[in-house]
């Protein structure tokens, strides 16, 4: 059998840039940084005192009360990067039978995990556990809310490969509606760990960033004095759909989703391989589905997060497979501006590798001051400043902490 | 109306996000006031915790309506 083709005919997001995929833009256009000080908890004690919060967020302005506080954050985020995605394909009247969701969390419900146990560790050793606790908490009550919201019936499930979920989501989608096993997918992923485990736990780590008395200037992906990534929350949602479907129904086509390919590093459970083997066979896979050349591609959204290691690496790797053809590249860590979403990583860079087709607009790895010498210079990794090109093909790389690589490249659409 | 009554009532309105006037004597969890079976459980759990009473379950599956909520806690509650 022959795959079918697959069209991107909804974006949603709601990321420390902007509560709408439109607003996110603006964001990346302009080079903002979503960094500030940490308000969800008292972070005095902490090494890392700050983070990529979703800005101003009150769950009464998207739930109804009983609704929300059923629903871990990470939840919340999903349905409303999701709502405003399917609003955007306007699917009404499309088959709910044939409408699958499959969402990404690298974690889950961390905010709802951690208050119940505090709970459970102040009482008197009485199980007074709360009946939505497990519900709120494990990954797949995303995809499951979103199903159940708007009746959507085909394959609902979640990928967790920690920073690399939502790619991994993006990619069993499109495999899904390839296979003819659904005609329209809702996917995306979503996280929020912005608590006091999850920063304690990736401090612990030695990941994360400490620049606390310039939060807005940490995370610098490419630059020498880059320290860790800056945690970041939200979620990001597209909706993707089978060309022939969406162009029967004059549905707006953002873009093509061509190719995905996956890899293991298969060395470490946190550090990147170094040579970045993985990070080149997961390209490599990529380029092979889409059935494009690397001289195909026009821009790079890198999973960059500012680490000393891992940005390495992914150079390194970009350069081996792309080889003379890297130095054409546009090369851009949005993750200067947006934080670290983790499991929503994928999905909001997929969501700015769209619209930055859409816009034929790069936009710029921020925070760059001093160049890293380990880097060929001859490289344009966009940075500071958005930079304007006609990009007909994005590649969107993510990792993962287990050593996941995932990588999408999206193309405009030709018939 | 007792202290009691007025505390559940409170923490009716509070977890199923009812308003007041709907909170009678008669209402229903389940048949009025919306409540699906985990609202049920949290709302049972609720009245433990706040009145500090253990309500066994053969004795919570007769809990069905504000009223009989109100009734057995006056009677249990320490």
């Given at each position: 059998?022959?795959?079918?083709?697959?069209?991107?005919?909804?974006?949603?997001?709601?990321?420390?840039?902007?509560?709408?995929?439109?607003?996110?833009?603006?964001?990346?256009?302009?080079?903002?940084?979503?960094?500030?000080?940490?308000?969800?908890?008292?972070?005095?004690?902490?090494?890392?005192?700050?983070?990529?919060?979703?800005?101003?967020?009150?769950?009464?302005?998207?739930?109804?009360?009983?609704?929300?506080?059923?629903?871990?954050?990470?939840?919340?985020?999903?349905?409303?990067?999701?709502?405003?995605?399917?609003?955007?394909?306007?699917?009404?009247?499309?088959?709910?039978?044939?409408?699958?969701?499959?969402?990404?969390?690298?974690?889950?419900?961390?905010?709802?995990?951690?208050?119940?146990c505090i709970a459970f560790a102040n009482g008197d050793g009485t199980p007074r556990f709360n009946p939505f606790f497990i519900p709120k908490m494990i990954a797949d009550s995303a995809s499951g809310n979103i199903s159940i919201k708007h009746k959507f019936r085909g394959p609902n499930f979640v990928t967790t490969s920690a920073c690399a979920s939502s790619s991994d989501s993006i990619i069993s989608a499109f495999n899904y509606i390839r296979l003819n096993m659904a005609d329209v997918m809702v996917t995306g992923g979503s996280e929020a760990a912005v608590t006091e485990s999850g920063v304690g736990g990736f401090n612990a780590l030695k990941a994360m960033s400490e620049r606390n008395d310039a939060p807005e200037l940490a995370s610098r992906p490419y630059d020498k004095e880059r320290d860790g990534f800056v945690l970041g929350e939200g979620a990001g949602a597209l909706v993707l759909e089978e060309y022939e479907h969406a162009k029967a129904r004059g549905a707006k086509i953002y873009a093509e989703l061509i190719g995905g390919g996956m890899s293991a590093d298969a060395y470490h459970i946190t550090a990147p391989d170094p040579e970045g083997n993985g990070v080149v066979l997961v390209m490599q896979n990529a380029l092979r589905d889409a059935g494009i050349s690397p001289a195909d591609v026009d821009y790079i959204n890198t999973h960059g997060t500012s680490t000393p290691l891992g940005d390495g690496a992914e150079v390194k790797a970009i350069q081996k497979v792309f080889g003379e053809d890297a130095y054409r590249l546009n090369i851009s860590s949005t993750k200067s501006m947006t934080g670290h979403l983790l499991g929503g990583a994928g999905a909001i860079e997929a969501v700015a590798c769209?619209?930055?087709?859409?816009?034929?607009?790069?936009?710029?790895?921020?925070?760059?001051?001093?160049?890293?010498?380990?880097?060929?210079?001859?490289?344009?990794?966009?940075?500071?400043?958005?930079?304007p090109r006609e990009v007909n093909v994005a590649m969107s790389n993510t990792f993962g902490f287990g050593g996941h690589n995932t990588s999408v490249i999206f193309r405009k659409v030709r018939d | 109306m007792s202290e009691i009554a007025e505390k559940v009532k409170a923490i009716i309105i509070d977890k199923l996000g009812v308003e007041a006037s709907e909170v009678t004597p008669e209402a229903s969890f389940t048949n009025d006031l919306g409540a699906d079976s985990l609202d049920t459980v949290e709302l049972i759990m609720e009245f433990e915790k706040e009145f500090n009473v253990s309500i066994p379950d053969d004795q919570a599956e007769n809990i069905g309506t504000v009223g009989q909520a109100i009734s057995y806690l006056e009677e249990h509650a320490k």
């Amino acid at each position: 059998m022959s795959l079918r083709r697959v069209v991107v005919t909804g974006l949603g997001a709601i990321t420390p840039l902007g509560k709408t995929a439109p607003a996110y833009w603006e964001g990346l256009k302009a080079g903002v940084s979503g960094a500030a000080p940490i308000t969800r908890f008292d972070a005095t004690k902490f090494k890392t005192r700050f983070a990529c919060e979703v800005k101003d967020y009150n769950p009464d302005d998207y739930f109804e009360r009983k609704e929300g506080r059923k629903m871990d954050i990470f939840t919340q985020f999903g349905l409303i990067a999701a709502d405003e995605a399917i609003q955007d394909a306007n699917l009404e009247g499309v088959d709910k039978d044939r409408v699958g969701v499959i969402w990404g969390s690298g974690i889950g419900g961390l905010t709802s995990l951690q208050a119940e146990c505090i709970a459970f560790a102040n009482g008197d050793g009485t199980p007074r556990f709360n009946p939505f606790f497990i519900p709120k908490m494990i990954a797949d009550s995303a995809s499951g809310n979103i199903s159940i919201k708007h009746k959507f019936r085909g394959p609902n499930f979640v990928t967790t490969s920690a920073c690399a979920s939502s790619s991994d989501s993006i990619i069993s989608a499109f495999n899904y509606i390839r296979l003819n096993m659904a005609d329209v997918m809702v996917t995306g992923g979503s996280e929020a760990a912005v608590t006091e485990s999850g920063v304690g736990g990736f401090n612990a780590l030695k990941a994360m960033s400490e620049r606390n008395d310039a939060p807005e200037l940490a995370s610098r992906p490419y630059d020498k004095e880059r320290d860790g990534f800056v945690l970041g929350e939200g979620a990001g949602a597209l909706v993707l759909e089978e060309y022939e479907h969406a162009k029967a129904r004059g549905a707006k086509i953002y873009a093509e989703l061509i190719g995905g390919g996956m890899s293991a590093d298969a060395y470490h459970i946190t550090a990147p391989d170094p040579e970045g083997n993985g990070v080149v066979l997961v390209m490599q896979n990529a380029l092979r589905d889409a059935g494009i050349s690397p001289a195909d591609v026009d821009y790079i959204n890198t999973h960059g997060t500012s680490t000393p290691l891992g940005d390495g690496a992914e150079v390194k790797a970009i350069q081996k497979v792309f080889g003379e053809d890297a130095y054409r590249l546009n090369i851009s860590s949005t993750k200067s501006m947006t934080g670290h979403l983790l499991g929503g990583a994928g999905a909001i860079e997929a969501v700015a590798c769209i619209l930055a087709m859409q816009h034929d607009l790069v936009p710029p790895t921020i925070n760059h001051f001093t160049d890293d010498p380990e880097l060929d210079p001859k490289l344009n990794f966009t940075f500071n400043t958005a930079q304007p090109r006609e990009v007909n093909v994005a590649m969107s790389n993510t990792f993962g902490f287990g050593g996941h690589n995932t990588s999408v490249i999206f193309r405009k659409v030709r018939d | 109306m007792s202290e009691i009554a007025e505390k559940v009532k409170a923490i009716i309105i509070d977890k199923l996000g009812v308003e007041a006037s709907e909170v009678t004597p008669e209402a229903s969890f389940t048949n009025d006031l919306g409540a699906d079976s985990l609202d049920t459980v949290e709302l049972i759990m609720e009245f433990e915790k706040e009145f500090n009473v253990s309500i066994p379950d053969d004795q919570a599956e007769n809990i069905g309506t504000v009223g009989q909520a109100i009734s057995y806690l006056e009677e249990h509650a320490k």
